[in-house]
């Protein structure tokens, strides 16, 4: 996979834009997301919390980074371990 591929959700409509990535299995609700819309069940309730369109969402060491594009009910993991919702930077101060 390389920054700027799009993947979808196969078990709701969550679709996100790659922005950064190392290695590991990238997943929404539960399941391997794929590079086609091929949405069949529900997500696993353990990953049901949802993803928001157009916030980025990074793990736990920021080896990887990814763009929500299109919300859904499954929230973001790689290999089992819940993506986090990236902090927006602090401004400059303008005095």
Request: hydrophobic letters at 35%; aromatic letters at 4%; proline letters at 6%.
């Amino acid at each position: 996979m390389k920054p700027g591929s799009k993947l979808c959700s196969t078990v709701c409509d969550t679709e996100v834009m790659l922005i950064r990535y190392s290695q590991g299995q990238i997943e929404c609700g539960g399941a391997p997301m794929a590079e086609e819309k091929t949405a069949n069940g529900s997500p696993d309730p353990a990953f049901s919390a949802g993803s928001l369109i157009g916030k980025r969402y990074v793990d736990a060491d920021d080896t990887l980074e990814l763009l929500c594009v299109k919300a859904g009910a499954g929230s973001l993991s790689v290999d089992g371990v819940a993506l986090q919702l990236k902090e927006a930077r602090p401004l400059p101060s303008s005095d």
